[in-house]
Every structure is written in structure tokens, then in C-alpha cells.
């Protein structure tokens, strides 16, 4: 398998061998790990983000 060079670049990096659990990819992205408040990390994504285009739209209208 051919390494890509953006894998080249990120190994190159004096980070990556100081912490290399930061580049690792796990591909069990199904499972849910953490929750707050009974919502899970991307749930709290959607949250945010819907709160934060809202404000944006509240802040640009405001100004008009």
C-alpha cells in the first residue's frame, strides 16, 4: 500500500512522534463513548451549531 503524502508530512512532524495517539485513526466511529447530559458529542455538535447560526442571523438582522 502506497503512503500518501499527507501521511508523509504528518509523520515528518516533531509533534507526531511526541504524541502520536493525536494522529492515530480509529475506525470505530459507530460506538458512543461520552455523553453529557444524556446527548453525545455530536448531538451537542448540531446543538451549537444551530445556536450559533441563529445568533449570527439575529446579529445580522439586527444591524440592517
Known sequence: MAIS???K???ALPL??????MFEAAGDCASVTWR????SIPEWSVIW????AAAGVYVGLAKS
Open 36 to 39: 453529557f447530559l444524556s446527548l
Open 49 to 52: 451549531f444551530v445556536m450559533l
Open 5 to 7: 503524502p499527507e501521511e
Open 9 to 11: 508530512l504528518l509523520n
Open 16 to 21: 507526531a512522534q511526541w504524541w502520536p495517539s
